[in-house]
């Protein structure tokens, strides 16, 4: 007990240094907590996922859910509805890529079959929420800039999610249809969005009853956004998704009231029902405690990944890397306009993946029955872990080197000027 808190707290303290030291060295402290998770579980058998049971999963939600909702109440409102277009389009390119990279690795290079192949370039069709939203702070990207990796973070999860589960049950079945997919897609972005700005709309309103009649009440938007999730979910439509919609809702009330009162002062409905703002201590609290979460939810992933073969790990290194290569097209022809040369250069490289990619690479192999599924799921697992591991890796030394760039590049600015 006592060693465990000993670690806990120096975990915590180290990963504030670590992150303090991204604005020198611009590599994530998600790499350190990576690193020990490696450590104190495949590494050197100190504690596995399987220690924690069923809490482990309920863990990575919760981490999830916080996540999405302080990143939400961040999300500025100017400039999204220019940003959908380039988020979406960027989405949906680095969802297909992948899918059609991994039929060629997985058939050709692998000996899988089509659907376990593209099912296996699905489950790194999206890029890591909680490593792209909390760094975006630093990273100090233009406005249109971050509003497109805000929402490229929000829809490629559940692109990925709808897209590869789709790909599951094909395996499952034997048959896959385009069309049914996209429909799923659909229904559950605009539903999940739609109850998301609702209850955001409806909890500004009641919230300052709330905060004056009730003490340590900051939680209560915490509550209601796990009550909104858990809601979605059973569903069956995107609760990430609406509670990225609730917190967007509070963080930008203001706003909408603003729009109303410019087009019609006397249909001003939000503005009549008095809405709360969010404090700046309550954003402030919020993000303290998305970092705890998020510095045990990465310590989490390292100890879950398994990198047991070696072939595996040589293919999953090239397959990552193949998807950086291509996001880099992908940047200059979706975001041409808008965007300064060193937004577009960071966006390039904003490929790690984590949550999502981690759990999908695993349900083939936790639903195998016959033993050529078995085969499959263990090359899918061990491809998808490795390929979470060595895209932060290599995201945190493209981010060094683009910065170490950025440097150089005012330094001689600045000379050609004297």
Same mark, same amino acid.
């Given at each position: 007990?006592?060693?465990?808190?000993?670690?806990?707290?120096?975990?915590?303290?180290?990963? &504030?240094?670590?992150?303090?030291?991204?604005?020198?060295?611009?590599?994530?402290?998600?790499?350190?907590?990576?690193?020990?998770?490696?450590?104190?579980?495949?590494?050197?058998?100190?504690?596995? @996922?399987?220690?924690?049971?069923?809490?482990?999963?309920?863990?990575?939600?919760?981490?999830?859910?916080?996540? &999405?909702?302080?990143?939400?109440?961040?999300?500025?409102?100017?400039?999204?509805?220019?940003?959908?277009?380039?988020?979406?389009?960027?989405?949906?390119?680095?969802?297909?890529?992948?899918?059609?990279?991994?039929?060629?690795?997985?058939?050709?290079?692998?000996?899988?079959?089509?659907?376990?192949?593209?099912?296996?370039?699905?489950?790194?069709?999206?890029?890591?929420?909680?490593?792209?939203? @909390?760094?975006?702070?630093?990273?100090?990207?233009?406005?249109?800039?971050?509003?497109?990796?805000?929402?490229?973070?929000?829809?490629?999860?559940?692109?990925? &999610?709808?897209?590869?589960?789709?790909?599951?049950?094909?395996?499952? #079945?034997?048959?896959?249809?385009?069309?049914?997919?996209?429909?799923?897609?659909?229904?559950?972005?605009?539903?999940?969005?739609?109850?998301?700005?609702?209850?955001?709309?409806?909890?500004?309103?009641?919230?300052?009853?709330?905060?004056?009649?009730?003490?340590?009440?900051?939680?209560?938007?915490?509550?209601?956004?796990?009550?909104?999730?858990?809601?979605?979910?059973?569903?069956?439509?995107?609760?990430?998704?609406?509670?990225?919609?609730?917190?967007?809702?509070?963080?930008?009330?203001?706003?909408?009231?603003?729009?109303?009162?410019?087009?019609?002062?006397?249909?001003?409905?939000?503005?009549?029902?008095?809405?709360?703002?969010?404090?700046?201590?309550?954003?402030?609290?919020?993000?303290?405690?998305?970092?705890?979460?998020?510095?045990?939810?990465?310590?989490?992933?390292?100890?879950?990944?398994?990198?047991?073969?070696?072939?595996?790990?040589?293919?999953?290194?090239?397959?990552?890397?193949?998807?950086?290569?291509?996001?880099?097209?992908?940047?200059?022809?979706?975001?041409?306009?808008?965007?300064?040369?060193?937004?577009?250069?960071?966006?390039?490289?904003?490929? @790690?993946?984590?949550?999502? #990619?981690?759990?999908?690479?695993?349900?083939?192999?936790?639903?195998?029955?016959?033993?050529?599924?078995?085969?499959?799921?263990?090359?899918?697992?061990?491809?998808?872990?490795?390929?979470?591991?060595?895209?932060?890796?290599?995201?945190?030394?493209?981010?060094?080197?683009?910065?170490?760039?950025?440097?150089?590049?005012?330094?001689?600015?600045?000379?050609?000027?004297?």
């Amino acid at each position: 007990m006592e060693v465990a808190l000993i670690f806990t707290g120096s975990l915590i303290f180290f990963s &504030l240094i670590f992150n303090a030291l991204f604005e020198k060295t611009r590599i994530p402290n998600v790499l350190f907590l990576l690193f020990v998770g490696l450590l104190i579980g495949p590494v050197f058998h100190l504690a596995s @996922p399987e220690d924690l049971g069923r809490l482990g999963k309920i863990f990575t939600t919760i981490t999830l859910i916080v996540i &999405l909702y302080e990143s939400g109440t961040r999300l500025n409102f100017d400039g999204i509805g220019k940003a959908i277009g380039p988020a979406s389009l960027l989405t949906v390119f680095n969802f297909l890529v992948p899918v059609g990279v991994g039929m060629a690795v997985g058939y050709y290079g692998l000996g899988l079959d089509l659907l376990p192949s593209a099912f296996m370039g699905a489950c790194v069709g999206s890029i890591s929420t909680p490593i792209i939203l @909390p760094m975006l702070k630093q990273l100090k990207l233009g406005k249109k800039a971050e509003s497109v990796v805000f929402l490229e973070c929000a829809l490629s999860d559940i692109v990925c &999610l709808i897209g590869a589960l789709a790909l599951l049950d094909a395996m499952d #079945s034997g048959s896959f249809s385009v069309a049914d997919t996209i429909k799923h897609m659909a229904i559950s972005l605009l539903f999940a969005t739609s109850i998301g700005l609702a209850t955001g709309y409806f909890w500004t309103s009641i919230r300052r009853y709330v905060i004056t009649k009730l003490k340590n009440s900051m939680f209560t938007s915490f509550a209601l956004a796990f009550i909104i999730y858990g809601f979605c979910e059973l569903l069956d439509i995107n609760g990430g998704m609406a509670v990225l919609s609730f917190g967007f809702m509070l963080g930008n009330i203001d706003e909408f009231s603003n729009i109303l009162e410019k087009r019609d002062p006397e249909k001003n409905f939000i503005k009549r029902k008095n809405p709360m703002l969010l404090m700046e201590d309550e954003k402030n609290f919020y993000s303290e405690i998305a970092f705890i979460f998020k510095t045990f939810f990465f310590v989490y992933i390292g100890m879950s990944i398994k990198l047991s073969e070696s072939d595996h790990i040589i293919m999953g290194v090239l397959f990552i890397c193949l998807m950086f290569i291509v996001r880099i097209p992908s940047i200059a022809l979706f975001c041409r306009k808008g965007y300064s040369s060193r937004d577009r250069r960071i966006m390039s490289i904003l490929n @790690p993946k984590g949550l999502v #990619s981690a759990v999908l690479a695993s349900m083939p192999l936790q639903l195998a029955v016959t033993e050529q599924q078995i085969h499959e799921g263990e090359i899918i697992q061990n491809i998808g872990y490795a390929s979470v591991m060595f895209s932060i890796i290599i995201f945190s030394l493209l981010m060094f080197l683009v910065e170490k760039f950025d440097k150089k590049d005012k330094t001689v600015g600045l000379n050609d000027n004297i």
